[in-house]
């Protein structure tokens, strides 16, 4: 049973537009959580991280929400730009009882339309 | 770019056959990761190490071995190839500090079993 669940496979944005990555988790012991971006061809790349003492965190055009309550976590990409069409996967992580383990998700690929 | 070399980039085998992936990091971090990338199911943990000859098994261990006798290796063995064993194979590492999380990723090995 996935611990980390990514319901959309695909989404499809105009250029400029929002993009908006959900996630949900089951684990009540997760306490940080990562997206992670992938290229084709190319390992998964850190994009940003947020710990469950926050519930938001931003760098740049990307911003992560946390719901603790509801245990689902959003990636919002604010423009949206065609480089970034790529699969984005969520992960996470209970550092105080499996601190040496990350839970990746399935993946939700994002195409950006011109 | 973190140090990370996975060889072979590719590989075609035969069903029973052994096979031996490797992943050799330059950023001497203690920790070492073993994942598959399949799709439906992201990137799920095969073994992990947290130090010379120190490896635990993840989500995914049956029908892989694993070891690490040098800081900047860690080698992916499996026993007796199968079909369902066809993926991408990723090494991660990650650093001492406390960002146990922050994973650094391979460019992955193709392979095929036949």
């Known amino acids: 049973d996935q611990q980390v669940k990514q319901n959309s496979p695909s989404l499809s944005v105009q250029e400029g537009r929002i993009s908006i990555l959900n996630c949900d988790y089951t684990n009540s012991m997760f306490d940080y959580f990562l997206w992670y971006k992938k290229y084709p061809a190319e390992g998964p790349t850190f994009l940003i991280s947020?710990?469950?003492?926050?519930d938001k965190n931003e760098d740049g055009r990307f911003t992560v929400f946390l719901n603790k309550s509801a245990k689902h976590l959003s990636l919002h990409i604010v423009p949206s730009q065609p480089g970034d069409s790529a699969v984005y996967f969520c992960a996470a992580s209970a550092r105080k009882t499996s601190y040496d383990k990350v839970i990746f998700g399935p993946g939700t690929s994002l195409s950006v339309i011109p | 770019d973190a140090g990370i070399t996975q060889s072979p980039r590719h590989k075609v085998t035969e069903t029973g056959t052994p096979v031996t992936l490797r992943c050799h990091q330059t950023?001497?971090?203690?920790?070492m990761y073993w994942y598959r990338q399949d799709p439906g199911h992201g990137l799920r943990l095969i073994h992990y190490s947290y130090g010379v000859k120190d490896t635990d098994k993840g989500e995914v261990s049956d029908g892989y071995s694993v070891s690490r006798s040098k800081t900047e290796d860690f080698l992916l063995t499996l026993e007796s190839a199968t079909s369902s064993q066809t993926s991408v194979y990723f090494c991660a590492i990650s650093e001492s500090t406390g960002l146990l999380e922050k994973l650094f990723f391979g460019s992955g090995t193709q392979l095929s079993v036949l």
């Open positions: 947020i710990s469950s003492i926050k």
């Open positions: 950023e001497n971090h203690r920790y």
